[in-house]
């Protein structure tokens, strides 16, 4: 069974706003999804359906094959989603808000108090576990708001710029977190504009941009779709004259290559023209450099294809 699957999945506002564009993926359980594409591309939408907050203007989607529209309540037994605006209830101490949205789960109290305890501890608030939330601070509430997606043990995790509001500490605390989560089994669907801490805990990507998702699969898978180029970086005295090259810095070049079965070459060309090497490494393009040229390429495709 897959996680999530949906199948021409739209979703027009009233007023005739496209949010969601005819989007179809599968996302395999115990992924790491980044959900990634700028502000106003469809991204917190589409959460939206895929926890029947919203109902689809057409197409369809189905987590762990349950439709969201038409079961919201047994889809939300094996989901937790953080949005935007999680809502909780600021006159409730920190402890009694996840005891309370962990009793709407059916479970005892006993149990929630132990879990609440446990979560609470793991995202650096059990001091302020018997505060009231009108005292928590943004990132507090933020943290809050993952322990309580956290309560049920979801199989699913939805989580909406998890880390927007965090300062570094707490925002690399929560991506352990989310790692740890995911090598337990639990399927994460993330939309975040934090590219390098995406690359670092994400398994599988979607890029969306205007309502439509225009590339998915591996960072290779990626990779591929900009440039099926090597980049080495080179540190050497000097090189010959007819290489290609951009020039990074004194004694420091680019190069492009066709695959790494050319690095040997490149390096005995080098060393055959009198050069010195300090250095050699082929670099890999980061998800940061994918995803804005990714992005660029697709903005430039949709405003050919608008002409
Ligand atoms: N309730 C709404 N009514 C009308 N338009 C909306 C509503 N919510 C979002 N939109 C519009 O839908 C588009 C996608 O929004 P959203 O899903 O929030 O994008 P993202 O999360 O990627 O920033 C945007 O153009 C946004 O202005
Ligand atoms: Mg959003």
């Known amino acids: 069974m897959k996680a999530v699957e949906t199948e021409g999945l739209s979703k027009i506002y009233t007023g005739g706003n496209k949010a969601v564009d005819n989007i179809s993926f599968c996302l395999e359980q115990g992924e790491v999804f980044g959900f990634l594409g700028p502000n106003g591309a469809g991204k917190t939408t589409t959460i939206k359906l895929l926890n029947g907050m919203l109902a689809p203007s057409g197409g369809s989607c189905r987590v762990f094959d349950i439709d969201p529209a038409q079961n919201p309540e047994k889809l939300h037994q094996m989901s937790g989603v953080i949005t935007e605006h999680a809502q909780m209830y600021d006159h409730l101490s920190g402890m009694d808000n996840l005891i309370f949205y962990g009793t709407l ?15 609470l501890e793991r995202l650096d608030l ?75 805990i994400c398994t599988t990507y979607g890029l969306m941009n205007q309502g439509n998702l225009f590339a998915t699969g591996n960072i290779e898978k990626l990779r591929s779709m900009v440039s099926d180029k090597v980049k080495v970086r080179v540190k050497a005295s000097c090189i010959p004259e007819d290489m290609e090259c951009e020039k990074i810095g004194e004694h420091t070049y680019d190069i492009s290559v066709n695959s790494e079965e050319e690095i040997p070459l490149l390096v005995r060309r080098i060393v055959g023209a009198g050069g010195d090497l300090y250095q050699v490494s082929a670099e890999q393009l980061s998800l940061e450099e994918i995803y804005f040229s990714l992005i660029d390429k697709n903005h430039a495709e949709t405003e050919c294809g608008n002409l």
């Open 105 to 119: 789960f059916g479970r005892n109290k006993a149990d929630c108090e132990k879990r609440a305890t446990a979560l």
């Open 126 to 200: 059990a001091d302020a576990k018997q505060r009231k939330l009108s005292a928590y601070s943004t990132g507090m509430r933020q943290r809050l708001s993952l322990a309580r997606a956290m309560m049920h043990s979801p199989k699913i995790l939805f989580l909406d710029e998890p880390t927007s509001g965090l300062d570094p500490e707490s925002a690399q605390n929560v991506n352990t977190l989310i790692q740890e989560l995911a090598s337990d089994g639990t399927t994460i669907f993330l939309c975040t504009h934090q590219l390098r801490y995406a690359q670092e």
